[in-house]
């Protein structure tokens, strides 16, 4: 199936985003959140309509979750407007990084995590988490989130970057800014000759799985290694989460790495356009058009076409999932991550991603999204 366009709305935008977080309306911690410890003040009017969560969709207990960073920002404007219409309702989430979320959700130490990859066959993750569940795990889109390409070097405001660019600059075959292969794709702009510091997640992350996978994907003669969840290049300096990665850069002259959009406005870091396309919610949107469901039954598990040739779509972008048992041992809790998750799906709440540097789900995918959670029990 073909995820359809997002809307030409959701191009909001940056100016949003930008807004947003200079008011700090959208958290850069990588700590648990919730309403309570959380000053998150994007906008709680998403809570009110016809969309969200009515009133006899709260509940009065409380739900733990962890992992992806990616979608941090994006979860805690989901718990602090659900909370403040359901303010009985307590939902934690840990934010340490999509592998150790899945990691926890399997050892039932929460109640759903979030991944920016899907469970993967590869490693046994579905016969581990349907084990854990007594039932089959679901793979549930919720969040896109694009990952920034982005930068730190002094005197360059500006930056493109091709695809063999990146996956060059990345496995260490280019070391400095000044490249004769990076000047030919900058025409006018005057490159120094600082050294390319490179940073990546050292934690188990998906959003390094999905990074990755885009360049073994366009270019698999410069990065020979498959995708995965922990970094496999042989250059550059690791960084704890999203937040490390994003403070490296902008404390490096000559930095670079792969960061969140959210973070990377929040840190206002320059980000490198690839091949022309600068990265915003529309071209986002328009890379997410040529993704196609390959799980099934209630499975919603995307591919993500990393080579799209669509006019306009910036191509490094990943889908964050949530993690759930199809069949929860306890109806209570099933019944109240339904709510919570109908919420975040509704299209009350999905508008109000593009204020915290992701971008609405397609229409028909959001739709396939609601028929999946209404089919937890």
């Not at 704890?240 to 990665?245: M, P």
Request: hydrophobic share 40%.
């Amino acid at each position: 199936m073909k995820i359809t366009r997002i809307g030409r709305a959701s191009g909001l935008a940056v100016a949003a985003a930008l807004a947003l977080s200079a008011c700090g309306s959208a958290s850069n911690s990588d700590s648990s959140s919730s309403a309570g410890g959380n000053s998150s003040t994007g906008s709680s009017a998403g809570a009110t309509g016809s969309n969200a969560a009515a009133a006899s969709d709260c509940f009065s207990g409380s739900l733990s979750a962890e992992g992806s960073t990616a979608q941090q920002n994006a979860i805690t404007q989901a718990i602090s407007s659900y909370q403040s219409k359901c303010n009985g309702a307590k939902v934690s989430y840990n934010g340490t990084g999509s592998g150790a979320g899945v990691t926890k959700f399997i050892a039932k130490q929460v109640d759903f995590a979030g991944s920016d990859s899907a469970l993967n066959p590869d490693k046994g993750e579905p016969a581990k988490a349907k084990a854990a569940c007594s039932s089959d795990a679901l793979d549930i889109p919720m969040v896109t989130g694009p990952i920034a390409v982005s930068y730190n070097v002094k005197g360059v405001g500006k930056l493109n970057l091709t695809p063999q660019l990146i996956a060059k600059i990345f496995a260490g075959k280019i070391t400095t800014w000044n490249d004769p292969a990076i000047a030919a794709a900058n025409k006018g702009v005057t490159l120094p000759s600082t050294k390319i510091s490179v940073f990546f997640r050292s934690d188990s992350s998906g959003t390094t799985d999905n990074f990755t996978n885009y360049m073994n994907t366009v270019d698999p003669t410069d990065w020979p290694n498959k995708h995965d969840k922990t970094w496999k290049g042989s250059v550059g300096q690791g960084k704890a989460k999203t937040a490390g990665v994003a403070s490296a850069i902008k404390a490096t002259d000559g930095g670079i790495g792969y960061v969140e959009w959210g973070y990377s406005i929040q840190n206002k870091l320059n980000m490198a356009t690839v091949d022309g396309v600068a990265l915003t919610a529309d071209s986002a949107g328009k890379a997410v058009e040529a993704a196609k469901v390959i799980g099934t039954g209630k499975d919603l598990s995307l591919k993500i076409d990393y080579k799209t040739k669509a006019a306009g779509a910036y191509p490094i972008i990943l889908v964050t999932y949530e993690i759930v048992c199809s069949k929860y041992s306890d109806a209570t809790k099933a019944k109240d991550i339904k709510a919570f998750l109908t919420y975040m799906a509704s299209a009350d709440f999905q508008k109000q991603l593009t204020g915290v540097g992701a971008a609405p789900l397609p229409a028909p995918i959001q739709a396939k999204v609601v028929e999946s959670i209404n089919s937890i029990s």
